[in-house]
T-cell receptor, first 113, second 112 residues
């Protein structure tokens, strides 16, 4: 089944403790992206990647890092999480050869205390 | 600055009626406009894409219009059903399609 998977789905952590949220897609998509979604602010893009070793900042990249060492994986790294990074995070992917529609993962709900 | 506006107030309609949702944008020149559906706590799901040279696009009970002069897209669900209750997001899409911004979404509630 074609899908985007994220792990973990839920995470509660403390300020300053480094964490990684993994994202993987099995559709051989070139493009992958991370979003965060907050009440009243909608879906905002954090980082995106057009292919392996190519990443670009979105609208809200501060406090996040990403890497794209393999085509299928696009992990989101929070080196020193803070409470204002408490949010619902979505990973998405799409093919650059086809249409523009993005396929989203199920989401990761992160709470930083 | 770029702005995408969708009705922040929830839209409540009766089953069987047509729901119409609005997406207005400023300081964009999108080549496409996408609409997504999002259920609570879940990832958005792609519904329709309309190109700048298309006035209207249909898919089953869904219809999207795109007016680049008004900088507006309308999203219609005809013969609405309670299962259509969800939040609908629009995304004006530049030709490159690499950075994608979404509107905040409009919540639709269809009551029996």
């Amino acid at each position: 089944e074609a899908q985007v998977t994220q792990n973990p789905r839920y995470l509660i952590t403390v300020t300053g403790k480094k964490l990684t949220v993994t994202c993987s897609q099995n559709m051989n998509h070139e493009y992958m992206s991370w979003y965060r979604q907050d009440p009243g602010l909608g879906l905002r893009q954090i980082y995106y990647s057009m292919n392996v070793e190519v990443t670009d900042k979105g609208d809200v990249p501060e406090g996040y890092k990403v890497s794209r060492k393999e085509k299928r994986n696009f992990p989101l790294i929070l080196e020193s999480p803070s409470p204002n990074q408490t949010s619902l995070y979505f990973c998405a992917s799409r093919s650059l050869a086809g249409g523009h529609e993005q396929y989203f993962g199920p989401g990761t709900r992160l709470t930083v205390t | 600055s770029q702005k995408i506006e969708q009705n922040s107030e929830a839209l409540n309609i009766q089953e069987g009626k047509t729901a119409t949702l609005t997406c207005n944008y400023t300081n964009y020149s999108p080549a496409y406009l996408q609409w997504y559906r999002q259920d609570p706590g879940r990832g958005p799901v792609f519904l329709l894409l309309i190109r700048e040279n298309e006035k209207e696009k249909r898919k089953e009970r869904l219809k999207v219009t795109f007016d680049t002069t008004l900088k507006q897209s309308l999203f219609h669900i005809t013969a609405s059903q309670p299962a259509d209750s969800a939040t609908y997001l629009c995304a004006p899409t530049p030709n490159s399609g690499y950075a994608l911004n979404f509107g905040k979404g409009t919540s639709l509630l269809v009551t029996p």
